[in-house]
């Protein structure tokens, strides 16, 4: 029994389906003809009804017209002369004498028997029970009102109530008529009606194809802010402007993910083909003990330095992510002094100075390893860049909105036009930068990324005036909000 149910409401849903209209247009128009015919169904039925009563009082009133003339005629006119004066207007009268038993009446067509008295009158809606003297009475099409006068006369009234429902029933015909005309006219003005309210999902959908099939840039244009299609088409373009913009950083961010496999390959290619020469060295040629041992340097040298790539790129790849912060107190000035100690055995050629300007609160709250990492970094660039005899100089100092950390060196300096580019991954400038050096690149790319990270940055300064230790030197500075963001 249920299935049956279940099936016979299914095939009910689909049968309403297939008769609604596919289209939104065809569907705005059949409701609003629906709705305009129901309107008219009752504005018709309420005319009909307003229409009735009107004719029906009307009737009445003639009627009771009559009788009030008579009362007043009662007594000065006879019989004949009284129904003379009471006759027309579609309005048959009767007057008896009491006294003499005389009827005199004005007939037209069949009347029912014994209308002085109409017998067995039937009471029918709207028909009125008056005083004692009169009763209104309907018999067939015809209203009968029966009076007893001032005069002993008994007056019997009678009008064709016919006319009623003929008006009534030409009234219905014309409705009919003219409705039908009317919804016919409405459906094919609402086709155009609707079709030009409608016609910006129309331009959606041509944009829409066109988008498809590779024209991204059209849009639908402003619209106006006050109606539903305008803001619609407001915001169908900020759609597609959120669209092309994540579509073209997707793309950029491809373009650069091949860039990096294609340096990161082209970085591990060095050290792996050392590697494979010195094994392939010791396996063929089979050396003496002093080349030998070199081939196993020169291995240990070039896994080193693939193990550093390595590490590097593991690094600058969850900075991409976002990297997880241990925050604590850090003293920029004590971890820039303990990393001038370090250099200053790497470099002795070099002169370092760590500088600290007075009453500088150089302690942040930073993550001490990664910004260890970085300082580390800054340094080891600025060795490698300074030749011997040269000076490097770290200077902590506040800024603005925190702590700023500036390393210096009398290096061959950073063009103005590269003071962005060195912190894009794998950008070395010269010589001194080389891969023979043991720069994989990553350096700078990797601390702008950790000091972005605290909600501070890392940039190259123009150095200002020429270094007396010998090039225009570089100046990169690293700036530390007191509170990372």
Known sequence: MTETTETTETTAAGARSRLAPASLRGRVRLAVVGLLAVLLVLLFVAVDVALKARLDADLRTRLTDRVALAEQL?????????????????????VCDGDTGY????????????????????????????????????YGDSLFLVADLKGGERLTL??????????????????????????????????????????????????????????????????????????????FDAMLDELESAVATAERAQDQMRAFLSDASHELRTPLAGLQASAENLLRADPGRLDRERSLAAMVRESTRASRLVADLLTAARLAEGVQLELGEVDLAVLARHEVERQELLAPSVAWTAVVDDGAAAVVRADGVRVGQVLTNLLDNARRATPSGGAVEVRVSPGPSGVVLEVRDTGPGIPEADRERVFERFVRLDAARDRRSGGSGLGLAISRAIARAHGGDLVAVDPGAPTAGGGPGAVLRLTLPRTPA
């Open 103 to 138: 009827c005199a009446s004005t007939r037209v067509g069949p009347t029912p028997p014994g209308a002085q008295s109409p017998p067995a009158a039937v009471q029918r809606p709207g028909d009125q029970e008056g005083p004692a003297s009169q009763q209104l009475r309907t």
């Open 158 to 235: 009678r009008v064709d109530a016919s006319t009623v429902s003929d008006t009534l029933s030409r009234l219905v015909v014309l409705e009919v008529v003219g409705g039908l005309a009317a919804l016919a006219l409405a459906w094919f003005a609402l086709g155009r009606v609707v079709g030009a309210a409608l016609r910006p999902l129309d331009d959606m959908t041509t944009l829409a194809r066109g988008i498809a099939s590779g024209d991204r840039g059209r849009r639908l244009g402003s619209g106006r802010p006050d109606t539903e299609l305008g803001r619609n088409a407001q915001a």
């Open 74 to 94: 009662s007594g000065s006119l006879d019989p004949d002369q009284l129904v003379q004066q009471l006759q027309g207007d579609d309005v048959l009268a009767e």
